[in-house]
């Protein structure tokens, strides 16, 4: 069971990842819109992607790693690199939660934030991927 829940577990954090590199890219072509319809649509776009896919893998991946520890907490909560790596996983929440705080910011038109702040603002979750996909594979720690 437990290589079966590990399976889902990649595959939610995959999507919810994918969403997390998706959704600033939107608020990037978003705050750069002048026209209505692509406003709206670009409102659209990031309203779906939060709801259908965000919030579904983000939840699948913490359920799927709860589930994980449960197996075998003697195996992941007493290591340091899995304390790291949870610690990470909750900043990751903050961010997705930031995430859903310019979304409605931008859907209500009142973002006072530029294109070139949201180019930054994307590549948060690569740092959050490496560091991440290290601990859990090296194990430095």
């Not at 702040?117 to 430095?140: G, K, M, T």
Request: hydrophobic share 55%.
């Amino acid at each position: 069971m437990y290589k079966w829940v590990l399976a889902f577990h990649i595959i939610a954090v995959i999507c919810w990842f994918a969403a997390l590199f998706y959704l600033p890219r939107l608020f990037v072509y978003h705050s750069m819109s002048e026209d209505s319809i692509s406003i709206e649509r670009f409102k659209l776009m990031e309203r779906k992607l939060y709801r259908g896919i965000a919030n579904p893998s983000m939840i699948a991946t913490v359920v799927l790693g709860v589930w994980l520890v449960s197996m075998a907490p003697e195996a992941y909560l007493s290591q340091t690199w899995f304390q790291i790596k949870a610690f990470l996983v909750l900043l990751l929440i903050g961010y997705h939660y930031l995430c859903l705080a310019n979304m409605k910011q931008l859907a209500e038109d009142r973002s006072t934030r530029s294109h070139v702040y949201f180019r930054f603002f994307n590549e948060i979750p690569v740092i959050f991927l490496l560091a991440i996909v290290i601990l859990v594979v090296v194990q430095p720690f």
